[in-house]
């Protein structure tokens, strides 16, 4: 019998339109998950009039977007203007192709994914550059060149982050790098890359503390402030795709991918993925925003250098012990871990008494 | 109109020719707090020039209290400063007892000192939600008017409304208190007292909040007196004015209010005057409702007061500084001038000195920690 789904022409388009789907329905999710998750730390109850316990709101939402009016304004640079948001877009749904959803459920098994992902993630710059530019505004344009700053910035220091499991595994293909997790997570023994990871992530994404390509309080909506409708709603949906693919790669590359117990793979991978979506909820709903000029030397002076402290620690130690690095690389970076957390408010933002002596007291 | 001179600036970077940027920011804007317009000159992130411009919410309130008379005057201070209703209400009609030469029973004065402390509260609340906000921080507010909320009820069951209360006459207030408002208000205060920790902890030792307020906004004594700097902005100078101790009127000097006074003057220094000041303001209350007096509310005043030809002025603490109304009298029902002397329009006039130099993300943590309210801008 012809094995219809061992082509790879036959996976590739499958695995696409699963990806949609599934980027689609994670999005009705995620909107619905991310208001409750904010209602429920803001002490209010959030969606609760459309469908049951406010259900069918994010599908509400999508309505109202698909029949919004698209407006393009008479001075914008109308094809570039158009392409942004197409630009911005597909290479996320493109980045899904090589997430090992399970042992079986993997569009490729490309043996450079992880390159492929930072390759992905470079191109995303390009769209918000396009939509800051061409929409001829003011805020947009500052939006847009805070985003290349801000995205460009981080890159390196995810990559720097993403080298880590890569030599722990021995190998770039993500599926690779989750059979390397079959006794252990990488989480145990490099947490440490893990937070950096994700911080880079967050920037990466856009995200609170790092949201200030779009800092609604600053930019009135940064590069996306002259889009509206279903051009807004790529944007939006870029955003939250971007999201899925950095829980998904922490999942991925520190908690073992599909690895758990009794429950199909699957099932463990999604339910992974979800725990760092809510962790991005709710770091959105806590923190306060940076600054430009802070996020930059946060991400040159401080998590660059600390991954990269890390990258040459954990490669001497793999280097020196090549049987029985687990152990130590684990105390030393965990170590590491523990000591820039509990110095990361004197080391990373020293507490600046304001100097007072310049001024007397009146009166 | 040419607010700004515009002239390019030589680059560090040898054949790229650099512009500085003319970015107006409002009055449709989300954190310019109402209708404020800044015309700011930046060079790339760092703003070089900042002019405001106000005026888009100008009502002609000073000609609308000569136009009316006395007693419907109280109704339009409540839009005037609309996060401190009953301050300016209580501004207001201490102008007019002063024109009367009325003595007010003890009762009302402790009554009006415990909404208008209750009201700094409130007012102090909505900066801080407001402010964080700004800072792009969207939950505080929650916290903050669920709090404000409280107090916006009880103001309901003082004069009928939440929020333009229109609870102060001439000659004492509208009512006595209710029955069970005091004991609610204890309550209030008992719970609100940890509310204050709780916010202090969550928001002031967050170290992205620390970052983008220590430092920024930074004002002399000098600088701040120079430009008639009063209220909370002037205290986080370290110059101790506050009217209730320096001008002291109603009950004040009795409760022995406690200025509150930071020395470093930037924007974390007057968040952390505000947030003493609500601790303050708890104090004072629960003080005024030990010594309440009994007896009537009001005086006893003609249906039509004609005050005799005179001018009075009159100035309180509001949460945002020296609440001043000057009001002549030509003996007729109307004022026949009246003048409000608003602390948010002089201590807008800094903003260009605090700003130069600083970078955009500056500019609302800036302009939200000197704390404006555009209705008293423009009046």
Known sequence: MFDFLSQEPVRVVLALLLTFGFLIGSMLILLYLERKIAAFIQDRHGPHHVGKWGLLQAVADTFKLLLKEDVISANVDRRVFIMAPVVFFSPVIAAFAVLPFSKDLTAINLNVGVIYLMALGSLDVLGLIMAGWSSNNKYSLIGGFRAAAQMISYELPLGLSFVVPVMLAGSLSLVDIVHAQDHYWFVLIQPLALVTMFTAGLAETNRNPFDLPEAESELVAGFMTEYSGLRWAMFFLGEYGNMIVVSSVAATMFFGGWHGWLLPGILWFLAKVYIFLCLFMWIRSTLPRLRADQLMSFGWKVLIPLTLVNLVVTSFVILLLPDAYQLPLGIISWALMLAFVFSFRRVVFPRRVSKSLEFRRTA | ?379
């Open chain 2, 1 to 379: 109109m040419k607010l700004i001179e515009h002239h390019p600036i030589e680059s560090k970077v040898a054949g790229l020719r650099t512009e500085e940027m003319l970015l107006n920011m409002g009055p449709q804007h989300p954190s310019t707090h109402g209708v404020l317009r800044l015309v700011l000159q930046i060079s790339g992130e760092t703003v070089t020039d900042v002019t405001p411009v106000i005026g888009y919410l100008h009502r002609g309130m000073e000609k609308i209290f000569e136009n009316r008379t006395y007693l419907q005057g109280i109704r339009y201070t409540n839009n005037i400063d609309y996060l401190s209703q009953m301050i300016n209400e209580h501004a207001f009609v201490g102008a007019v007892e002063q024109l009367l030469n009325l003595d007010v029973p003890r009762r009302a004065e402790y009554i009006r000192v415990i909404v208008d402390e209750l009201q700094r509260i409130a007012s102090h609340l909505v900066w801080l939600g407001t402010y964080l906000l700004d800072l792009g921080a969207f939950t505080p507010i929650n916290y903050c008017f669920r709090d404000r909320d409280e107090i916006l009820e009880m103001f309901e069951t003082l004069g009928g409304s939440r929020f333009n209360v229109n609870y102060m006459r001439v000659g004492g207030v509208l009512a006595d208190l209710p029955m069970g408002f005091l004991g609610r208000l204890e309550k209030f205060l008992h719970r609100f007292i940890h509310t204050v920790d709780e916010l202090e902890e969550l928001i002031g030792g967050n170290e992205i909040f620390e970052v983008r307020t220590m430092n920024v906004g930074r004002m002399s004594p000098e600088l701040g007196i120079a430009y008639g700097i009063s209220g909370p902005c002037l205290r986080a100078s370290g110059v101790n004015f506050d009217i209730r101790t320096f001008r002291p009127y109603s009950i004040y000097p009795e409760l022995g209010v406690v200025p509150q006074v930071e020395v470093s003057g930037d924007a974390f220094a007057r968040y952390q005057v505000r947030m003493n000041e609500m601790r303050e303001s708890v104090r004072l209350i629960q003080r005024a409702i030990e010594g309440l007096p009994g007896g009537p509310v009001r005086a006893r005043m003609p249906h039509l007061l004609r005050p005799p030809k005179g001018e009075s002025y009159y100035t309180v603490e509001s949460p945002r500084g020296e609440m001043g109304y000057y009001l002549i009298s030509d003996g007729s029902t109307n004022p026949y001038r009246a003048k409000v002397r608003p602390p948010c329009f002089v201590n807008l006039q800094i903003l260009p000195e605090l700003l130069r130099g600083a970078r955009i993300g500056d500019v609302v943590s800036v302009l939200g920690s000197i704390d404006i309210i555009l209705g008293e801008v423009d009046r």
